[in-house]
């Protein structure tokens, strides 16, 4: 027996173990990339539904009649290849699965943003768009550089900030070793931020450093400083 090209059970398989994988990871609390995977993946198949919509309307098939009450020629649709109705079949199953999954996520996300805490460290400057992050885990804090350069979309020209990070090193934290102190040590090891804007923040359970931690506190800084700051 040949197969489609598009075979429809072996892409319901490949849909099932994306989105088992995805599940994993959110039980392990780890939200990225796979968060925005999902939502890149899904609005993808809606543009593609609807352009494959707008494609059939432009190409009627045959003429069936005229309606009587308004005088205009009815269609028949175009003829559906059977590689097309796999495709139609494959896009109408995702979508309602990647919705589901992509919804489960952005409420994790919204959960796991009220266990993240951001505060400002020390005497704040008026420019808030560079500084330092202070990222704890533990005893430990990692410090990190960080600026929100003005960039542009290339799809519709808008003009957009983001949070852009660098590692720089990380101080174990104690009596002699507060995030005051570590503000002062930032300053003296660079003195071309003499006032820096420095935030640090904290979980309250468990996280993931890259996949959650760290988009997160970024998340929650630029939020601070676009409406607070």
Known sequence: MIRPAIDLELKQYILWGYLKRVREHFAERKLFPHLTDLKEHLDELLLLRKLKAEMEERIPGELLGFDPWT?????????????????????????????????????????????????????????????????????EARVYA???????????????????????????LGLSMTYEQIRANLVKAHPELPVPATFACEATVPLPHIETFMPLAKQLVYEHITYKG
């Not at 139609?88 to 266990?115: C, K, M, T």
Request: proline share 7%.
């Open 146 to 172: 960080y600026a929100m350069p003005v960039l542009r979309y290339a799809q519709n020209d808008q003009l957009y900030r983001s949070v852009h990070t660098r590692y720089v090193t990380t101080f174990t």
């Open 71 to 139: 005088g205009l020629a009815k269609y028949a649709g175009p003829p559906e290849h059977d590689l097309l109705g796999t495709v139609d079949a494959v896009i109408e199953q995702a979508i309602p699965e990647l919705q589901r999954e992509w919804h489960s996520g952005s409420e994790l996300q919204q959960h796991l943003s009220r266990a993240v805490h951001v505060e400002p460290v020390g005497v704040q400057p008026l420019y808030l768009q560079e500084g330092w992050l202070l990222l704890r885990t533990g005893p």
